[in-house]
Antibody
Framework: QVQLHQWGAGLLKPSETLSLTCGVY????????WSWIRQPPGKGLEWIGE???????NYNPSLKSRVTISVDTSKKQFSLKLNSVTAADTAVYYC???????????????????WGQGTTVTVSS | QSVLTQPPSVSGAPGQRVTISCTGS?????????VHWYQKLPGTAPKLLIY???NRPSGVPDRFSGSKSGTSASLAITGLQAEDEADYYC??????????FGGGTKVTVL
């Protein structure tokens, strides 16, 4: 049974770069897209972006200018970098598996079915 | 402002039925993309509750059910129990934005 375990710095100062990594254990890494999602205090879930094993990425347009998601297939890990953070980036960050299937021009998006435990990131001077 | 619109809160007495709506648009739910529902308890990761509009993962009680029509979807909880008190989120895919979530609905058991 696949499990995700995430880690990274939890306290940042404004203008610094947020860096988190998510490891995939006990399951296949290839043939999936891997996402980052966050939840600011008192607010809802926000999808940040995703990557697959070959490095193909998609980002939330609202964060695209500051986000980089990368992958290390040899370690079965993927990472999130968010630069120039502000207090508005304070949130619990989650990694998740987001399967999909492609049939020609049609793509089917399954549910985000496996989640990491979450990492609290606080941005404060 | 979330792309998918949910009511901020719903409440019901134990044993009652409550429903949570999730309204999208022609670029997400209305485009035919499936809706999935998650239960979120404080301090824990979201738990998949309903996938593919109306399917329950193994272990999810059949008190939970989902439906989809047009640009909207709904989650129903029948026989409401105290343990159902949580936040619930709908999620889908948007052809312009990628992954999209609703703003979340807090279910309170009176």
């Amino acid at each position: 049974q696949v499990q995700l375990h995430q880690w990274g710095a939890g306290l940042l100062k404004p203008s610094e770069t947020l860096s988190l990594t998510c490891g995939v254990y006990g399951g296949s890494f290839n043939n999936y897209y891997w996402s980052w999602i966050r939840q600011p205090p008192g607010k809802g879930l926000e999808w940040i972006g995703e990557i697959n094993h070959s490095g193909s990425t998609n980002y939330n347009p609202s964060l695209k200018s500051r986000v980089t998601i990368s992958v290390d297939t040899s370690k079965k890990q993927f990472s999130l970098k968010l630069n120039s953070v502000t207090a508005a980036d304070t949130a619990v960050y989650y990694c998740a598996r987001w399967p999909r299937s492609h049939m020609g021009y049609y793509s089917y998006y399954y549910a985000m079915d496996v989640w990491g435990q979450g990492t609290t990131v606080t941005v404060s001077s | 402002q979330s792309v998918l619109t949910q009511p901020p809160s719903v409440s019901g007495a134990p044993g009652q039925r409550v429903t949570i709506s999730c309204t999208g648009s022609s670029s997400n739910i209305g485009a035919g993309y499936d809706v999935h529902w998650y239960q979120k308890l404080p301090g824990t990761a979201p738990k998949l509750l309903i996938y593919g509009n109306n399917n329950r993962p193994s272990g999810v009680p059949d008190r939970f059910s989902g439906s989809k029509s047009g640009t909207s979807a709904s989650l129903a909880i029948t026989g409401l129990q105290a343990e159902d008190e949580a936040d619930y989120y709908c999620q889908s895919y948007d052809s312009s934005l990628g992954g999209v979530f609703g703003g979340g609905t807090k279910v309170t058991v009176l």
